[in-house]
């Protein structure tokens, strides 16, 4: 069955680099409408616009996802914009490494922030579309830290534990208005984020040894999951966290 969402609007945060970008890109492919948000990188987020092949409607938002008002509004006009959201795709996120004894505060709160409170607010204010639509996708992006933990990145692995439990609590109070709540846990993909770390030749060489598949992913190898989960192949699937990660870490 060839994955069509034609007729579907997804609202993805986080689309104008890396895994958010991919998934704009795979999404307008099969046919959905497609809103996405950025931070700062106003460029960035055009050239996503202007690479865009299909005929489906695409367009970028700027949105602080620490901002609870930013968000609301960032709906709102999406909602005026495109009519309504049938799938939110919580991708937007940073990635900063903090030992827990020099890490302030201020780090703390901005990684709990804008990782899991943006993308609880997100929810917030897109579910109640989805209930009077009575039909719904929630595909929140976690990591393989959020089940293992990481070192040095302590508040990272929370808030992305965080993002597990929250997407096993939504799969549950919502499924009875038809909508569906998942998780996709990427391991370490090629991205702006983390390339600094990856491509580093002592790197490369322990990532051939950890991950059995020999590399980290590439961006479209998780966008992929993350339209499988939006399509209707994956209907009967609910509060499931799929794991994305070359078998580097056979958790479930």
């Given amino acids: ?14 689309g104008s680099r890396g895994i958010g970008a991919s998934c704009v890109r795979l999404f307008t492919e099969a046919g959905a409408d497609v809103a996405f948000t950025y931070n700062s990188n106003e460029a960035a987020a055009q050239l996503v616009v202007n690479e865009s092949v299909s005929n489906a ?7 602080n996802v620490q901002s609870e008002s930013e968000i609301k509004s960032c709906i709102q006009g999406i909602t005026n ?12 996120g940073i990635w900063k490494q903090a030992d827990v ?3 302030s505060l201020e780090q703390w709160n901005e990684t709990i922030t804008t990782n899991l409170t943006g993308s609880f607010l997100f929810a917030k204010y897109v579910i109640p579309q989805m209930k009077k639509q009575r039909y719904g996708r929630v595909i929140n992006i976690a990591s393989t830290a959020g089940q293992r933990g990481e070192a040095g990145y302590s508040h990272y692995a929370s ?13 549950v109070e919502l499924a009875p208005f038809g909508i569906t709540t998942n998780c996709v ?44 989960l939006a399509s209707l192949l994956a209907n009967h699937i609910n ?14």
């Fill in 1 to 14: 069955m060839k994955i069509d969402l034609s007729n579907k609007v997804v609202l993805i945060t986080g």
């Fill in 57 to 63: 409607k695409i367009e970028s938002f700027r949105v």
């Fill in 81 to 92: 914009s495109f009519g309504r959201i049938d799938i939110l795709v919580n991708n937007a």
């Fill in 101 to 103: 004894e020099d890490m």
């Fill in 159 to 171: 808030s992305k534990g965080g993002m597990v439990s929250f997407t096993k609590s939504l799969a």
């Fill in 185 to 228: 846990a990427p391991g370490w993909v090629y991205t702006d984020m983390s390339n600094d770390i990856i491509l580093e030749e002592s790197k490369a060489e322990q990532l051939k040894e950890y991950i059995p598949l020999g590399r980290a992913a590439y961006p479209e190898e998780i966008a992929g999951p993350v339209l499988f």
């Fill in 239 to 252: 509060g499931e966290i799929l794991n994305v990660n070359g078998g580097s870490e056979l958790c479930g």
